[in-house]
């Protein structure tokens, strides 16, 4: 169980980072699903584009893992609006089928991303954890 928590903590790090990437090389589609009640849509898709990447860092780095996970749902929660946006004008994104229905199944999938990230906020007991930082060995004199 353990083992696959692991793999799975690294599937959502490289998901996040790699849309996060995305922000940046592509933000078109998703400056378009920002609600026009928001100010400087553009800003906002490369700070959310930021943060998701600092997120999927922050979630191999054990001693700051916890607090990204924390973070990463507070992403999921911020980015929410923008969702229900592209489902409620139906806006379609280059690339992925423009089907309305996929829009609003996107909605209650949030929920799946944040319990996902939710798992990582609970201790783990000190067992090891998938890192990006390699353990220290002490050197005994």
């Not at 959502?12 to 400087?40: D, K, S």
């Amino acid at each position: 169980m353990k083992a696959q928590k692991e793999i799975w903590r690294v599937i959502l790090a490289v998901a996040l980072c790699i849309v996060g990437i995305t922000h940046f090389t592509t933000p078109t589609p998703y400056i378009r699903i920002v609600p026009p009640q928001l100010p400087n849509p553009e800003a906002l898709v490369y700070i959310s584009g930021f943060f998701e990447i600092l997120g999927g860092i922050g979630l191999l780095v054990p001693p700051v893992s916890r607090a990204a996970a924390w973070g990463i749902i507070a992403l999921f929660i911020a980015v929410f609006p923008a969702n229900i946006n592209q489902a409620v004008n139906s806006i379609p994104i280059e690339g992925i089928p423009h089907h309305p229905s996929l829009y609003w199944f996107r909605l209650p999938f949030q929920a799946v991303l944040i319990a996902w990230a939710w798992i990582y906020t609970q201790p783990d007991e000190g067992k090891p954890r998938a890192s990006i930082v390699p353990d220290r060995v002490e050197n005994p004199q």
